[in-house]
């Protein structure tokens, strides 16, 4: 928890959720107004009505957020939720265009609190360049949620024509991942343990569409087969889905994945692999291998992608969805999806 | 809790939360399969792509539901939660495009009870003709949310030129709504108080876009100034929002609100006013005067909108935001919105 540094003690009540006075200035004074004033999003409406380009394809894509604890290194359940999405469209090529925001508040939530989270909110929509534009707020008695859910959806547009998808991989594909492994996973674990470690541990939490536009205009657009974002599962399950939706194998030189001394030392401690922890601010690039330099320079040039790194290949079609590792010590082993082993919520 | 008739007991753990093999198998054999047999919706995405048409804008919103009991006479939170974002769209005028799903499920949640709320959801978003394309689902430990907890978002297109909305309401206009008020709140209220009423009380869960759709093939455009529906908070208080977004007053005849005699019964026994009761099925329709019958005609001729009314009508502009009821007794009173009374989980 949050010290409260207003000093006030509000919380939010039973009342808050029933949809009349109370709820109407609830959601205005403590999200519509403050969104507003930070990022200049006009009044979060039930249903908002915005500018739709021509000649484009509608991308939609949702996720709810039930990150413990809600503020952590490196961010909070707030700009989480901004980037997460937005990430989700971007990793289908699209532009973001709007995002919605619900709440599912437990009673007895500090105002305060809950303030810190829509700054939050609002700073990271600014920072983006995607406003949120319709919402929802609910609110729950105690024990009955674990103090704020949050929800949000993202429509975006793409050309035509344009089509990455996770079934697109091809033999002799490389395969790029944008920085190192683990940070955001490693830090929620650290800090719901209460872990207090050396070194510099935190979330990785970052919006890439601005990273995928620069790609997308300097690389030919069918050269780049597979984007994803690596949250939930890691590196690992992410390409092992990507291998099967693709039907192809893949093969990893376990040297060549980047990952940070303090997050490798942590995960000892802890009996963790990194590439099975959540990344939320990294992603994985299939393309094919003549633009690979190319893409990698791309993503050096960004601040949060200078560890990026050209990671394997897609090595062919025998083995649908096997993905190989070649090991340090010169070996191979199968490197399988996440089985077992749940991180209850990361994100 | 429902029964489980398929008597496997067996109940969704956080390792389905995970990211993992777990999630996945979860996610596609109890949700993506059983949402495509039903309702031929393409498997979920992390984000979708889909069609859009040319020279539309983009309606956009979003819903949480959090209903208790989940299971209620009429409904389920499944069908309430496609009917919700569906019913936020047609509001704008908007024509449904594809909705998103997503979920936050208790651990220990019964598999049997989830795949009933799948297969709700499947029905209804068939039956209304709007696929769900995208969705996510998190796992938290047993304590950290009640059950299940839905989020719908929804998208649409709407011509350019369209412009209904909550701000149109003019002095004249004729205020309508499209069937009895209460009829889900009161429902909720009843079965969480395990009362045991006559008659036969039901939720009015429905869809409304095919009611809004042929009101605008049917009355000039620009006759229609608001639409809304009348939810948390009911009647009185959708009526004071609009009341004070369009800076208008209005008066209502008490004897032409159509309150079904077994709702206003049962509210009589809880102390309740129908109407500040959440509905979930029925519209306010403002529109200019001389469309009133045509439009009272078209409600009429949907099987959910057979008790729809004129019930009242915008004043003048002279004490914006103020809504009175002329009693049945000849009397006259503020029609405030709701204040205090909370009803938690009503949707």
Sequence with gaps: MMKDKTGTGETVQLDHGSGGIASNRLVRERITDRLGHISGTAPLEDCAVTDFPNMSKLAFSTDSYVVDPLFFPGGDIGCLAVHGTINDLAMRGAEPVCLSLAFIIE?????YELELIVDSIGRAS????????????????????????INTSGAGFLPMERDISSGNARPGDAILISGSCGDHGITIMTARAE????????????????????LLNHIPEDAVHVMRDPTRGGFAT????????????????????????????????????PLYLANEGKMLLIVEEAHAG????????????????ITGRVTGRDNPGRVTMKTSAGGSRIMAALHGNPLPRIC
Tied chains: 1, 2.
């Design 107 to 111: 009673e007895g939530l500090s105002i």
């Design 195 to 214: 872990m207090s470690l050396t070194g510099n541990i935190q979330s990785d939490t970052a919006p890439l569409h601005d990273m995928v536009k620069r």
């Design 126 to 149: 600014d920072k983006c360049g995607v406003p949120v534009v319709t919402g929802d707020t609910k609110v729950v008695p105690g024990g009955s949620c674990d103090r704020i859910f």
């Design 294 to 309: 190319k893409a990698l320079d791309i993503m050096r040039s960004f601040p949060h992608g200078r560890e990026a790194a």
């Design 238 to 273: 992410a390409l092992n889905e990507i291998a099967a939706d693709s039907g192809v194998s893949m093969e990893i030189e376990e040297a060549a994945v980047p990952v940070r001394q303090e997050v490798r030392a942590a995960c000892e401690i802890l009996g963790l692999d």
